[in-house]
Nanobody, 128 residues
Framework: QPHLVESGGGLVQPWGSLRLSCAAS????????IGWFRQSPGKERDGFSC????????YYPDSVKVRFTISRDNAKNTVYLQMNSLKPGNAGLYSC?????????????????????WGTGAQVTVYS
């Protein structure tokens, strides 16, 4: 049965760094697009870092571009999210998700409704 487990969340001061991991089991994540989504209190869950299966293309919105990097290690069936220079606005529940049905342009890789395998999330708190 497909399963995704996030790890690496925690407490960090502003301008600090965290690396999240998304370990897949029950399916080969290398054949799937993987996305990281964040949900904050009172807000919808939005995708902000996604990587394609086909050629490893990545997408980031301007708000996290340069500071965040998504990568995958297919041998470990794991996707990572390196987050640098974290700000209080980056706090939230970070979930990884996978989808293997829809091929989109890079700018549209993080369409939430495309994704159908979800992890339960890892909490990230940015505090002063």
């Amino acid at each position: 049965q497909p399963h995704l487990v996030e790890s690496g969340g925690g407490l960090v001061q502003p301008w600090g760094s965290l690396r999240l991991s998304c370990a897949a089991s029950g399916f080969t994540s290398g054949y799937y697009a993987i996305g990281w989504f964040r949900q904050s209190p009172g807000k919808e869950r939005d995708g902000f870092s996604c990587i394609s299966a086909r050629d490893g293309s990545t997408y980031y919105p301007d708000s996290v571009k340069v500071r965040f990097t998504i990568s995958r290690d297919n041998a470990k069936n794991t996707v990572y999210l390196q987050m640098n220079s974290l700000k209080p606005g980056n706090a939230g529940l970070y979930s990884c998700a996978a989808q293997g049905r829809v091929i989109r342009t890079v700018q549209n890789m993080c369409v939430r409704d495309d994704y159908y395998y979800w992890g339960t999330g890892a909490q990230v708190t940015v505090y002063s």
